[in-house]
Every structure is written in C-alpha cells, then in structure tokens.
C-alpha cells in the first residue's frame, strides 16, 4: 500500500511571487506520482505526472515538479503566481502494476494581489 | 474532449432515503472509481470497477454500494442515508495500463438532513 503527506494545508503567496508545495510518498514498490489541481467548485485536473525518466516534470500553467527517490518527495513549484492559481492541490502515487490512486490530505493555495 | 459526467451537482436527501449517484465516462475506460471528500482528508476511495459487474472495495466502503452494468456507468449506492455521509462524491476513470492518468467528474456534494 501506497500513502502519501502533504506537509502544508495552507499555503498563502503574494501574486508574482514563487510557490513550493511539499508532497512525501511511503511505498514499499516503485511508484507512479501525480499533482491534480482542484479550482473552486470543480473537479480534479492533472497538472503533472512523474512515470519514469527525467526527475524534473513540468506541467500545465507553469508548473513543475521534482522526483526524489531518496528523499521519496515529489515537490510542485512555480516561479511566479497569478490570482487564477488559487485553488487546492492534491499529491498522489499509484503503485507499480496498481490502478488505485493515493491521495494526500491537499494544499489550499491563496494568491493574493 | 475527453468527459466523465455525474449526475448531479447538488443534493439534498433526508436520512434514511437510498440515493443513488450516477457517473457516465465516454472514454471507453475500463478502470472507474468512486471517491469522497472531505476537508483535511483528501480523497478517499469508496469502491473501484476494473470491468463490467466486477468491483472491488476501497478503503471506506462501509454504508455504500455500487454497480457497474454497462462499461460507460458506474454507479454510486447509499443504502440508507445517514448524516455522516455528507461530502462531496467524485468519480474517476481511467484506462487500463501502468501511471494511467485518471479523469475526473466535477462532483456531486451530497447534504443529507
């Protein structure tokens, strides 16, 4: 079984300003990892997934990530934040030869002008 | 445009009432998922379908039900509403095949009174 921790629940940034949300895994078989983006009132929308390959992933809307084996983190980043990135963002691993996603607790993030 | 269409949006059901929440994917997707959430738990996995009328529980099954009739619906079943059961219901999709991404719904939050 996959599980995954997200350190922060809350995460308020200034507009133009950079942002770091944290995501740990725990898995006992290699894993697949994903960031999904929730805006208000809606559904799940993948921004990024890590498979195999590069550790650094980028994704939509100027974010990426970075795969850490050692670490077992998957940390999303973006350089600079817009009021339109407000929402809820959820890590999430599956195991190898698993179809069943893990997600994290989420990360509210709050773009302020 | 890839789709995976609940339902409803909105419901309000007394305790008691069996409910119903249906989902429709239009992908062809062997694999769909029913998950609750809630704030500070994330998402959590109710029961999966990895085939016709084949269905397996996930990690909170315990006052639900489901079935899976024909490949495209997969539908979410509470026996008897109770209070606690309130939250926001998303479904999932996806094919089948390793670090598959999962399509989402837009959800269906459920209040029972």
Redesign the interface.
């Known amino acids: 079984a996959q599980s995954?921790t997200?350190l922060d629940?809350q995460v308020p940034v200034f507009e133009e300003a950079p942002v770091e949300l944290r995501c740990n895994y725990s898995s006992s078989v290699s894993v697949?990892l994903?960031w999904?983006v929730q805006y208000p009132n809606?559904?799940?929308?993948?921004l990024l997934?890590y498979?195999s390959g590069s550790t650094l992933v980028k994704g939509i809307n100027g974010f990426e990530a970075e795969f850490n084996k050692s670490q077992t983190s998957f940390h999303l980043r973006k350089p600079s934040v817009h009021i339109s990135d407000t929402a809820e963002y959820?890590c999430a691993v599956?195991g190898?030869?698993d179809?069943?996603?893990?997600?994290?607790?989420?990360t509210t993030v709050t773009v302020r002008a | 445009d890839v789709k995976v269409t609940q339902s409803s949006r909105y419901l309000v059901k007394r305790t008691g009432e069996k409910v119903f929440l249906e989902c429709v994917q239009d992908m062809d997707h062997e694999n769909m998922f029913w998950y609750r959430q809630d704030p500070g738990l994330g998402l959590r996995l109710i029961y999966f379908s990895y085939d016709v009328k084949m269905k397996e529980k996930g990690d909170i099954p315990e006052g639900y039900s489901v079935s899976r009739e024909k490949k495209e619906r997969f539908s979410l079943i509470l026996e008897s509403a109770s209070t606690n059961q309130t939250s926001m219901y998303l479904c999932a999709s996806s094919e089948t095949g390793e670090g598959t991404e999962a399509f989402f719904g837009q959800g269906t939050r459920l209040t029972v009174v």
């Open positions: 995954v997200q629940s697949y994903f999904y809606q559904g799940l929308q993948l997934k498979l959820f599956i190898l030869n179809y069943k996603l893990s997600f994290g607790a989420g």
